[in-house]
Structures are given as structure tokens and as C-alpha cells.
Nanobody, 125 residues
């Protein structure tokens, strides 16, 4: 499985961006998909995740109410709609896929099997 993240860029505080993560392979619909981010000098942190059907979503407290994760299994793509962006959202955003991720492990980076290359989001104040 190869993951290709895109959609990052420079945006002013209060603005919006939509990240996309396209997956190769025919088993995309069986994976839990997650978004993580890593700011300079900080550890990678969980942002959001979505189960295989899209029926369950998970968010970190820092983005809840501002970010929305979704997926289109027909297009093998997961999205992260980011609204009301803040300077502290500045980071490299990574998408990840996992096939044994559940609600107890969804926030753990080591629970995911495949990672994209990351896309940089910069929010200016």
C-alpha cells in the first residue's frame, strides 16, 4: 500500500485547507485511516481517524469541532477538512493506514502499518 498526501500549503489564521490522501491497492476499504501531524521540535501526534466504512470517526481534543475526516472508498482517498486554522496547527501532516486498529489504539502511531510522505501546513498569524 502506498499513500500520497497532498493539499498542504500556506494559509492565514482562520482559513481553511483540505488535505487528501490517495491510496494505491485494492484493499483501501478494509483499512482504518488516520491523520497525524508533527510540528518542528515536537513528537508526532494524532489528529483524526476514520474506520473502514466512515461510520466512526475520532478526533484529538485540539481539532475537534474544527477538522472533519472523511473517506471515499470508491476513490481510495481519505480527506481532512481543516477549518478555523490556528498558528498552532502548523505542522507536517501525515496520513496512515492500519488494518488492526481499533478504538483503543486509534490514537497510537505504532498501530498503523503504512504511512504517506507528509504534506506541510503552515498557518500564519
Amino acid at each position: 500500500v502506498q499513500l500520497q498526501a497532498s493539499g498542504g500549503g500556506l494559509v492565514q489564521a482562520g482559513g481553511s485547507l483540505r488535505l487528501s490522501c490517495a491510496s494505491s491497492g485494492r484493499t483501501f476499504s478494509t483499512y482504518v485511516m488516520g491523520w497525524f501531524r508533527q510540528a518542528p521540535g515536537k513528537e508526532r501526534e494524532f489528529v483524526a481517524a476514520i474506520n473502514w466504512s466512515g461510520g466512526s470517526t475520532y478526533y484529538s481534543d485540539s481539532v475537534k469541532g474544527r477538522f472533519t475526516i472523511s473517506r471515499d472508498n470508491a476513490k481510495n482517498t481519505v480527506y481532512l477538512q481543516m477549518n478555523s486554522l490556528k498558528p498552532e496547527d502548523t505542522a507536517v501532516y501525515y496520513c496512515a493506514a492500519g488494518y488492526v486498529v481499533d478504538s483503543s489504539t486509534v490514537i497510537r502511531a505504532d498501530a498503523y502499518n503504512y504511512w504517506g510522505q507528509g504534506t506541510l501546513v503552515t498557518v500564519s498569524s
